[in-house]
């Protein structure tokens, strides 16, 4: 492997040092957590679509758009969380706030509401 400075993104990775690879590694995971909840948003919505549930045409495609729309942001985020960890970690500043995960609540929340009232 070259220089440090060959990693990218170079935002990133030419800010501050290599924090403890613990840590480095730790955020990793969280981050590839996050994608792995993005596909089973992914998958939620194509299940919905493909089952044909709620019977409510107009329902289902809503919650099936919304779900593949919100699994494709939620990896869209995860990244950018990750890098704001990351450069975070690397220059010694305190972490970012976790909005992502009030986002994620939220949506859930209003997707449970939709589907309970569709249910019913």
């Keep these: 492997m070259g220089p440090m400075t060959d990693r990218k993104p170079r935002w990133v990775y030419d800010a501050g040092s290599d924090p403890d690879p613990r840590y480095t590694l730790a955020n990793e995971r ?3 957590a996050w994608v792995r909840t ?6 939620g919505g194509v299940a919905l679509h493909a089952l044909g549930l709620p ?9 099936a758009v919304l779900l ?3 699994g494709g ?10 890098a704001r960890v990351e ?14 995960g009030f986002v994620m609540t939220g949506a859930v929340v209003v997707g449970a509401v939709l589907l309970a009232v569709a249910f019913v």
């Design 87 to 100: 450069r975070a970690m690397r220059t010694d500043q305190p972490l970012p706030a976790f909005s992502l």
């Design 30 to 32: 969280t981050f590839l």
């Design 68 to 70: 593949v729309l919100f």
């Design 38 to 43: 993005s596909i089973g948003l992914l998958a």
């Design 55 to 63: 019977d409510s045409d107009w329902l289902r495609t809503t919650l």
């Design 73 to 82: 942001a939620t990896c869209a985020f995860a990244l950018v969380r990750w």
